[in-house]
């Protein structure tokens, strides 16, 4: 398969809300990086047990918005919710093509805050528009 197959599979298997077979797209030695909390998370297990423990609302969704590819490198924004909060993440996939695995993941998790008031006038809200 290639990259783009690859993290698209990968996203189809966590809406399944099934960790553990979504970390089946992970390689042995998979490392995802939170720059913002400066955590690590090392190994698909890790990986799986980080996700089914994780303290949700409800069930987990996922909302591809869009992907970039250029060879290896994967970029996806994803609309995450469990029903309460929702999130959208961004992630820096790295694919092992030999493997068909993702090697690394670095995953940024903004969070949302308020517009100015101040630029009202020169914006409008996302939600807004039809």
């Known amino acids: 398969m290639e990259a783009k197959q690859i993290v698209l599979a990968y996203w189809q298997a966590m809406r399944s809300n099934d960790f553990f077979a979504a970390s089946q797209y992970l390689a042995e030695n998979f490392r995802c990086e939170w720059p913002q909390s400066n955590e690590v998370i090392l190994g698909r297990e ?3 047990n980080i996700n089914s423990y994780y303290p949700a609302n409800g069930i987990w969704t996922f909302q591809l918005n869009s992907i970039v590819v250029e060879e290896r490198q994967v ?3 994803v609309t995450v919710s469990d029903g309460t909060r929702t999130d959208r993440v961004i ?4 694919v092992d093509i030999e493997t068909g695995l993702i090697a690394k993941q670095t995953e940024f998790w903004p969070e949302n805050y308020p517009a100015p008031d101040w630029r009202a006038k020169w914006v409008e809200k996302l939600t807004d528009r039809v």
């Open 46 to 48: 890790n990986f799986a």
């Open 75 to 77: 970029v996806t924004d």
């Open 91 to 94: 992630t820096f996939h790295t």
